[in-house]
């Protein structure tokens, strides 16, 4: 069973950044990518980012691209940097993973989630 843990959320101020990070534990290998969703109050979950686990090819969602930087450790945990942030990335982050053979942006192509992790960026 794949479990992922997010931790690294908080307030902070616009302009500023956070690390997420994303523990995954169980039989992470057989996944084909990780994600990084986020989900504002009243909003439908939205794709951030995710990363293929074979070669580390990246994906972005326009809104994020240039602040934000998915990466990960050889222990399979991935990690979200998030620069330059704006009030309007005020969200829960959750990580994600499942065994679907292509990046999807459909939070419904995942089979695994974490509990999630609120950031909240004010001005």
């Known amino acids: 069973q794949v479990q992922l843990v997010e931790s690294g959320g908080g307030l902070v101020q616009a302009g500023g950044s956070l690390r997420l990070s994303c523990a995954a534990s169980?039989?992470?290998?057989?996944?084909?990518?990780m994600a990084w969703f986020r989900q504002a109050p009243g909003e439908e979950r939205e794709f951030v980012t995710a990363?293929?686990?074979?070669?580390?090819?990246t994906y972005y969602a326009d809104s994020v691209k240039g602040r934000f930087t998915i990466s990960r450790d050889s222990a399979g945990s991935v990690y979200l940097q998030m620069n330059s942030l704006k009030p309007e990335d005020t969200a829960v982050y959750y990580c994600?993973?499942?065994?679907?053979?292509?990046?999807?942006?459909?939070?419904?192509?995942?089979?695994?989630w974490g509990q999630g992790t609120q950031v909240t960026v004010v001005s």
């Open positions: 994600a993973t499942g065994y679907g053979s292509r990046i999807s942006t459909n939070w419904a192509s995942y089979d695994y």
């Open positions: 990363m293929t686990r074979s070669d580390a090819r």
């Open positions: 169980g039989i992470i290998q057989n996944t084909y990518a």
